[in-house]
């Protein structure tokens, strides 16, 4: 496999190919080849047994001209500052290429939170939140979950951040974080935004190839929130769930796998291993197995040249933030595989983010049919949109979708200018 630090040397080299393509203004370019602000901070935090341990928790903050900040935070032993770096230009890319008006960060704790109790995940959290400070907050930085986060950790954060405000303010900073439960200031529907708007997309791809999703079979590498939505959007219109993969090994049935039934088994057992009576096979496996349609849904850098030469697929559908390789990538071009690109493809997650967030500030909440619908209207205007770029400038959809972006932020500093 691809050495992580790979992936910001792949999001650069993309960024420069795009910019040299379409000759993005110099000043522009040079702004956004590197984040405004790089937070790195060390904190103790008590365990349960009495000892302190010290963890790095990183926040990157790449661009703000079109608005707040926003961007996820995940908790994950191989967190590194380059791989922030290179998540958070994605999320400026990701906002400016679906029209919101939002900027782009990453954040995240450098360690395993399947080692730690939910206490001591809070205290982690909690810990994190006072060290960011001032550094988010609901007008300028706005984090979510992302892997190895969820709606706890994010009602944690704002519970957090929120006590460190005056009385009167309290209950006005809920937007400090969106992907919180509903209980506590979130929104119908956020859970599974990112895999829903997966499987909108898909459905796009499948009206403009004529593919019957009723009659096409899918894999899922990672089963957790995104991979077992988008498993769940894409079986109700009628696909084949055929193989699964993910850390614990790979299970695969032709005949199609419960995707209901596994969601369930995955959130009680951490995995897919020992799910029903299939026999647990190994990663080679999974992406030599045909189908219709791939979604990795786990990690960065999953397709390399030697998952893309098995991978015997029409779409790969990037669930996850850059599953594949530069290497990979060209070798499934080359297969006549097309690639929605994860700034496209899971934008799901950050649209009804925003939705949350504009709730939060208006102190009203949408019925979750408003969320879904508001969610098709974005994303699926945003894909015809990539789609048509695509073919305008003969590229593809990559490609697209960075020069549909890097054009909105041009317009924007043009319009703005550069102050002082």
């Known amino acids: 496999m691809a050495d992580k630090v790979v992936f910001l040397e792949y999001v650069m080299k993309k960024f420069e190919e795009v910019a040299d393509k379409i000759n993005l203004d110099p000043k522009v ?68 290429l679906v029209g919101l008006p939002l900027g782009g960060a990453k954040g995240g704790i450098k360690f395993n939170p399947r080692e730690f109790s939910q206490d001591e995940l809070m205290r982690i959290t909690r810990r994190f939140t006072h060290s960011l400070g001032d550094s988010i907050g609901p007008n300028y930085d706005i984090p979510a979950p992302d892997m190895g986060t969820n709606a706890q950790t994010m009602v944690w954060m704002m519970d957090t951040y929120m006590n460190t405000r005056d ?42 190839t004529g593919l019957n999703l009723a009659d096409s079979t899918f ?35 032709p005949e199609g796998i419960n995707v209901y039934s596994l969601k369930e088994y995955v959130a009680k057992n951490g995995g897919i291993a020992g799910f029903g009576d299939y026999p647990v096979l190994s990663r ?27 991978i015997k697929a029409k779409l790969i559908a990037e669930g996850a933030n850059g599953p594949t390789t530069p290497a990979g990538e060209e070798i499934l071009k080359n297969k006549g595989v097309s690639i929605m690109p994860d700034v496209l493809a899971n934008s799901g997650g950050v649209i009804v983010s925003y939705f949350e967030w504009v709730q939060n500030k208006a102190s009203n909440y949408w019925v979750e049919e408003k969320v879904h619908s508001e969610l098709k209207r974005v994303i699926t205007s945003a894909y015809l949109e990539v789609v048509n770029t695509s073919k305008n400038h003969n590229c593809d959809m990559r490609s697209a979708s960075f020069i549909k972006a890097f054009e909105s932020l041009q317009n924007t500093y043009a319009l703005r200018g550069i102050f002082p």
């Open 29 to 96: 370019r040079t702004i956004l080849s590197q984040p405004k602000n790089e937070i790195i901070v060390n904190f103790p935090v008590q365990m349960d047994n009495g000892e302190y341990k010290l963890f790095k928790g990183y926040r990157i903050q790449h661009n703000n001209v079109q608005g707040p900040y926003k961007g996820g935070i995940r908790y994950h032993e191989e967190v590194k500052l380059d791989e922030v770096k290179a998540l958070a230009m994605l999320m400026t890319i990701k906002c400016a």
């Open 219 to 253: 894999s899922i590498q990672g089963f957790g929130n995104v991979g077992s939505w988008a498993a769940i959007g894409l079986a109700s219109l009628g696909a084949h769930l055929t193989a699964v993969n993910d850390h614990t090994g790979t299970i695969i049935c």
């Open 167 to 208: 009385q009167g303010s309290r209950h006005n900073v809920r937007g400090v974080v969106t992907g919180k439960s509903v209980e506590c200031g979130g929104t119908l529907g956020r859970n599974s935004a990112t895999g829903t708007g997966v499987v909108m997309c898909v459905e796009e791809w499948a009206k403009g």
């Open 284 to 310: 080679e496996e999974f992406f030599s197995h045909e189908v219709d349609i791939l979604i990795p849904a786990a990690l960065e850098n999953q397709i390399d040249t030697e998952e893309a030469e098995a």
